[in-house]
């Protein structure tokens, strides 16, 4: 008789992106003629920048030629590309990592779930709340986790409100934690860290023993200098902190796939006995055994990203969607909505106004606005009551979004 895994069975059923897309082909289909504009799924939109695009078709060529051929790649990552990273996204801003301490993927939302690989069941984890799903729902198939409640938070589970009564700053788990997800630039809130708060977190970390899951996919949409990049920028990070970068959300891969994780050499979790392991040749393992390396023409475009010109076709891109954060931020605090977010990320998280719940108002934008957002409330308990507008459209799109809204404002909302 062949068994399930039955924690899959925990998994709560209604996943929020599958429920939104319900709600809109029903509206989609009784309203043909709606121009619905959507800003729910946190997908980019424009296109991969042409340095990269050069890059990955040359590489295309190479493997079209026996001299220039390459099978199967080292599976940490070619070289070329992980000295890149080393050298642009951390030496090069006064921050030690080296290039072997780099693994790249084929994605952050893959490291997410794989790394539970290597660490044991019987860890406390620790989240926000709200937050990116994929964090919680790996945990409950790794059955690191009870059933869910009725507010779909997860026995065993620590969840760590943010919200604006704690001006969405984690408090210290009042329990031992051992391993803790934290994502800055934020996702769903668009907040980011101060050094003091992820200084907080490496000093609670180094004292409980416990490991940081810092994952930073949105680091490239930070414009303000004295917001942290790295959490390797905190003194003593390298001992207790794993980050995961993507270029998914820079430069546009969510469709072409790579990212990379960083495990420093210093980095230990611990045995039932108490003794000390490295976690570098444990992950090194389980990467090399599981996983066959990212693609040779995409590794080679993940490169171009740091070319000059790779660099600047990159900027313009973020300033072309957080124009629209801009618009989205301004736009919405001049119609009297409380803004949160949407500075140094391209998500903007609002209050619903009228004290609708977060559902409530996604089909209120839906069926008033023909506008679609993400309720908060599908992001965890502490979300309802918020919902998140992204910046990932075009400026003519969001302009129009935001003309609507506000003629719904106007008319008075609900
Ligand atoms: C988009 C996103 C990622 C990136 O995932 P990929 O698998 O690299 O595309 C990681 N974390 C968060 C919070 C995200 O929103």
């Known amino acids: 008789m062949a068994r399930i895994n039955e924690n899959y069975l925990k998994l709560q059923a209604g996943y929020l992106f599958p429920e939104i897309g319900r709600r809109v082909r029903a509206f989609t289909e009784s309203n043909p003629d709606a121009n619905v504009i959507k800003m729910g799924i946190g997908d980019v939109t424009q296109p991969i920048p042409p340095a990269i695009i050069k890059a990955m078709h040359d590489a295309v060529d190479e493997m079209a030629s026996a001299e220039t051929f390459r099978g199967y790649g080292p599976e940490q990552g070619y070289a070329f590309l992980r000295e890149a990273i080393a050298s642009n996204d951390y030496q090069q801003a006064g921050v030690q990592i080296d290039a072997d301490e780099i693994f790249v993927s084929d994605g952050s939302k893959c490291d997410c779930g794989n790394i539970l690989d290597i660490f044991g069941d019987d860890n ?6 709200p937050v990116y799903p994929v964090y919680v729902d790996t945990n409950v198939m790794a059955g690191h986790t009870g059933p869910a409640d009725d507010n779909g938070r997860y026995e ?8 604006a009564e704690n001006n969405f700053e984690p408090e210290l788990p009042s329990e031992p934690v051992d391993i803790i997800y934290l994502c800055y630039p934020n996702n769903p809130t668009g907040v980011v860290a101060t050094h003091e708060t992820l200084t907080k977190w490496v000093e609670y970390a180094t004292q409980n023993k416990a490991i940081i899951l810092y994952d930073a996919a949105y680091v490239a949409f930070i414009s303000d200098p004295d917001v942290p990049r790295s959490i390797y920028e905190i003194p003593g990070a390298r001992k207790v902190a794993i980050e995961m970068r993507s270029f998914s959300k820079n430069a546009g891969f969510t469709g072409v796939r790579c990212a990379f994780t960083v495990i420093p050499k210093e980095l230990m979790g611990y045995g039932k006995d ?6 570098h040749p444990l992950w090194n393992r389980r990467h090399c055994t599981k996983f066959n390396g990212v693609s040779y023409p995409i590794q080679r475009g993940a490169e171009a990203a740091y070319s000059e010109e790779g660099k600047a076709q990159i900027e313009s891109l973020i300033s072309y969607y957080m124009h629209n954060a801009k618009l989205l931020r301004e736009g919405l605090t001049s119609m ?4 949160f977010g949407g500075e140094n990320a391209p998500y903007v998280w609002l209050k619903t106004p009228s004290d609708m719940n977060s559902w409530e108002f996604f089909d209120h934008l839906l069926d008033k606005c023909h506008v679609v957002g993400t309720p908060g409330s599908g992001f965890g308990a502490a979300g309802e009551g918020y919902f998140r ?4 459209n075009s400026p003519e799109n969001t ?3 935001l003309k609507r809204i506000q003629d719904s404002v106007s008319a008075g909302i609900k």
């Open 124 to 129: 406390r984890i620790a989240v926000l709340d």
């Open 156 to 163: 065993n589970l620590v969840y760590m409100p943010v919200t």
């Open 274 to 279: 108490g003794q000390e392991h490295a976690i």
């Open 336 to 339: 009297g909505f409380e803004v």
């Open 389 to 392: 507008l992204s910046a990932f």
């Open 399 to 401: 302009e129009e979004a």
